[in-house]
């Protein structure tokens, strides 16, 4: 573990003065607390205690999460709720692209006083991805997997099990033709569920060639290109790799007249609080995102104790409602003539 | 949560005689007690607190624990470490296929007043494993995986991260043809590295055909059949599922007088004490025990506090000693001969 001896030895500077800076003190020049804090990170130092309290923080981005039906909401509360009994306080920042090559990761976290950092949202193009490989400060990555740095850790939900429980359920409700429509793969958990897709259906012995699945970064892709493709392939269940996207497609049934679940079942991922109230109610793997804040905090304080998490999955949960339902004798494709015929006509729904 | 009234009402007796069946009172029939205990199962009755205080019960099978050397007694360590101070007691019990035949693990559970379990060193075959894709008393299990039960959970350390930093730090010394030696694939976690191994030589673009793997329950099969045959592929690093594997291929690598690490690189898995004495020593992918036995203790309290934790892994770490180095020019097959040859005067090393 680097001192902040090492810092100043490394400067040519005093202990006094690597401490001045580090604390944010003013009579230390701009110039120099900039080298003490880039020398800090590039030494491998981080702080284990700090003269103004433990001070957490929870980085956000591409995540809604201002009201209690927002993904990232309860996340939030449910690391409050561990933290801020132990003692920590924490301080919700948003992050964007912009801020992230502004200051790295660690400079960050020194700058203002931070132990450790929960993170939600990024993808794999995020700058401080990057920086993840060899970070030394602590840091939890909700979504997102960072191989080979004992001070990173991943928690998220076991979306094997959430695709193997879905697939299950559905080939028990006779379906052989299963589709997947998932947004872009840049991101780790989209790849994630992607291959989790495919090797459950190779597990119960279903079709299961690429086509069986279509990919966008763009709803009206998903709608306009893959969805009609997967119809006319005879799929008689779609599963969805997030809950706005299985919506989306579930209104663009209703206009192509598919029925749901009487055509074609639809399964989103995620079980946000919307799905309750879906015409019919979407069925979705549901991530319990309490518990998810939970453990969050607890991969965090493992970390910040040396015992080094690399990753910490909750069950998955499938919950059942209308959407989906037993398979048709006949798939839609059959009924409606080919979908490919009415795309002129299609506006984009989200 | 089933209740001691619904396994009453399922046998027509009152909640005071199962409460005492249950308890072990000496008023009730070994009959009935046997009745209610099965009920108890059938409903998914598990105990919530004791009379008699809150009590852990840690199976051990397959593994040696009694000496600090022994793989399992640092687990055990660290989970005591954990638990004790929480105010749980700690039974230690040893497990094999006869008892796990005799009693299911739910009833055992039910009958001796355990609220959960850490269960290390079980095999795929083992009558409990499949007991517990439906069992509601918390367990968790060293090194096995159970999907779709969120009354179970999965402790161990980050396999996939072990095998990419060995084949990644073999590579960089310069080997391209790398093999890998197994104990049998009965084995969960065998199946794990066995795919990893793969996965990994796939990543770094390295030849990954099967034939560059071998695997087998018998030391005496890796050596004369495996060996060999990998050594003829002009392999220049191997790396095997567990130390004593690795120890025993040092040794048969004396025999046949080839040089470590000068003509052939060697790799463990899990960092037993004794990888330090070997000659030379060994490198190992580091298991922390101790951290494994404290992560396992927090994920059974997680279940029995309904947390469903699925996975919990620990980074990984290779720790490298003297049995590897740079490839050498030829590989050891073009400088001894083809090994094959020696076959028949082979003992085994076990």
Same mark, same amino acid.
């Given at each position: ?108 976290? *020194? ?21 993840f490989n060899?970070s030394?400060?602590p840091a939890v990555l909700?979504?997102?997997?960072i191989?080979?740095n004992p001070s990173t850790a991943y ?148 970390l ?6 690399s ?6 949960? *499938? ?32």
């Open positions: 573990m680097a001192t902040m001896e090492d810092i100043a030895k490394k400067l040519g500077v005093t202990k006094g003065t690597v401490s001045k800076a580090l604390s944010g003190a003013t009579d230390v020049s701009e110039t120099l607390r900039k080298s003490v804090l880039e020398t800090a990170v590039e030494v491998g130092y981080s702080r284990n205690r700090l003269p103004n309290g433990k001070k957490l923080c929870l980085f956000i981005e591409n995540m809604a999460y201002a009201s209690p039906s927002d993904f990232g909401y309860d996340i939030i509360i449910g690391f409050r709720q561990m933290a801020e009994p132990a003692g920590f306080s924490v301080d919700v920042v948003p992050l964007d692209t912009i801020s992230q090559k502004d200051v790295p990761y660690e400079e960050y976290m *020194l700058q203002n006083g931070y132990l450790g950092a929960l993170l939600l949202g990024l993808s794999l193009n995020d700058p401080w991805i990057r920086q060899k030394h400060t909700y979504d997102n997997y191989q080979v928690v998220g939900i076991d979306n094997n099990e959430g695709m193997t429980m879905t697939v299950s359920c559905l080939k028990e409700l006779g379906h052989t033709k299963i589709g997947y429509l998932s947004g872009a793969l840049g991101s780790y958990i989209n790849q994630v569920r992607y291959s989790a897709f495919f090797r459950s259906l190779r597990k119960f012995g279903l079709p299961h060639d690429q086509s069986y699945a279509g990919n966008s970064y763009y709803f009206s892709e998903c709608l306009e290109k893959h969805l009609p493709r997967l119809l006319d392939k005879g799929v008689t269940a779609i599963i969805c790799s997030h809950d706005l996207l299985a919506h989306t497609v579930m209104l663009r049934c209703h206009e192509l007249g598919i029925q749901i679940p009487g055509q074609l079942s639809i399964v989103g991922f995620d079980d946000l609080p919307l799905c309750a109230y879906t015409a019919p109610p979407l069925s979705s793997i549901r991530q319990d995102r309490l518990q998810i804040g939970k453990s969050a905090f607890y991969a965090l304080s493992s910040m104790n040396g015992t080094p998490i990753t910490l999955l909750l069950h998955a949960k *499938l919950i059942q409602r209308e959407s989906i339902g037993p398979a048709p004798a006949k798939p839609a494709s059959d009924e409606s003539g080919t979908c490919e015929e009415q795309r002129p006509t299609v506006q984009e729904e989200s």
